[in-house]
Every structure is written in structure tokens, then in C-alpha cells.
């Protein structure tokens, strides 16, 4: 970790040189399939070296997908204490099905930026069992549930998703997509 963040530094100023803005992600930040449970103050330490390095926002991602919402708020406190909360976005895994309520503990929390996938492609290499990443059809499917504008169109999504499994080979990952399309198709 301190060497990425060395490695990082050269980065950032050729970067801060453009007036380019800069995401930076921190990977696995409830379990790490090699360390066991990371402790929130540990993630905290590292957003607020991302900050100082001049990352503009930082994604938070369940990278194995393990997080339950209570320990997802545990980190957002601790990580709020480090960077402003409205320079937090979150990743989440749906491998034991808590993705969508991580995200809504997230939003509760203030979060306001959401990585997701269309169809719920994706995953992770380095843990075993590990699913894609949450489906962006489920996640729109929520944000209009609660009234937030997301601004995407959810026919187009649901239509994108079921064409890109279609493609891959692959059952759509998409719970509200497959849905959308059903209720489309009556």
C-alpha cells in the first residue's frame, strides 16, 4: 500500500499540471481475501493520504462483496472523519445479495456517487466466489424508488443489459432489468 501511494505522487502532479480530476479507489475495505477484516480506521488513514495526494473523489469498494449495512455505516463514519462525505462514492459486489442495501445504507449516509454495471458484469479475480458488480438496473430501479433523479433512462438500461448478456453468453445479472422486460413484454 505505501508503495502505490508513492507510486501515486508523480501521477497526481502531472495530473494537478492538467487540471485533470482524479478518482482514486481503495479496494476491499471491509474483507481482503488475504488479510481477513480490514479495520475502518485503516481505510480511514488511506482516504485521507488520497486526499492529501489530491484525489478529487474517493470510491470506497466491497471489492468481495462481504459488507453488511451496519458495517458499511462503521466505515463511512470513520472515513468521514478523513474526507468530506460528499468526496466518498461506493462499490459494491452483490456476492451475498447486501449490494443494494449497502447502497441504500450509503445514500442514507449522505453517499451521493454509486459505481454499478450494467447487467451486473464484472468481478473480481482475486476472490474466490466473488460476484460482478452490482447491476446498474438495480441500482436506477432504487435511486427511483427514493425519488432521486439519476437522470438514466431504465427501458434503455434494461434493453442494453439483456443485449450485452446476450453477447457474452452470460444470464443477466439484473434483477429489476429482467423484470423491466418481462413487464415490458405483457
Known amino acids: 500500500i505505501a508503495e502505490s501511494l508513492q507510486r501515486l505522487l508523480p501521477l497526481m502532479e502531472h495530473a494537478a499540471q492538467y487540471n485533470i480530476p482524479v478518482r482514486g479507489y481503495i479496494s476491499c475495505v471491509l474483507d481482503c481475501p488475504y488479510e481477513g477484516a480490514i479495520e475502518p480506521a485503516v481505510v480511514a488513514q488511506l ?19 462481504t459488507g453488511t449495512p451496519r458495517r458499511v ?17 461506493v462499490h459494491f459486489h452483490d456476492t451475498y445479495g447486501q449490494a443494494l442495501a449497502n ?3 450509503s445514500l442514507e449516509f449522505g453517499v451521493r456517487t454509486v459505481d454499478a454495471s450494467v447487467a451486473g458484469l464484472g468481478g473480481c479475480p482475486y476472490a ?12 436506477v430501479y432504487l435511486l427511483n424508488g427514493l ?10 438500461l434494461a434493453d442494453t443489459g439483456a443485449w450485452i448478456s446476450g453477447e457474452l ?10 423484470a ?7
Request: aromatic share 2%; hydrophobic share 40%.
Open 103 to 105: 447502497i441504500l445504507a
Open 147 to 156: 425519488g432521486l433523479h439519476s437522470g438514466i433512462n431504465l427501458d434503455a
Open 73 to 89: 455505516r462503521t466505515l463511512l463514519q470513520q472515513a468521514s472523519h478523513a474526507v468530506p462525505v460528499e468526496k466518498l462514492a
Open 128 to 139: 474466490r466466489g466473488a460476484s460482478g458488480n452490482v447491476a446498474t438496473e438495480d441500482v
Open 169 to 178: 453468453g452470460r444470464d443477466h445479472g439484473s434483477r429489476a432489468g429482467k
Open 47 to 65: 482516504c485521507a493520504s488520497l486526499l492529501a495526494a489530491g484525489c478529487e473523489e474517493i470510491s470506497l469498494g466491497d471489492t468481495i462483496g
Open 180 to 186: 423491466w422486460l418481462a413487464r415490458r413484454q405483457k
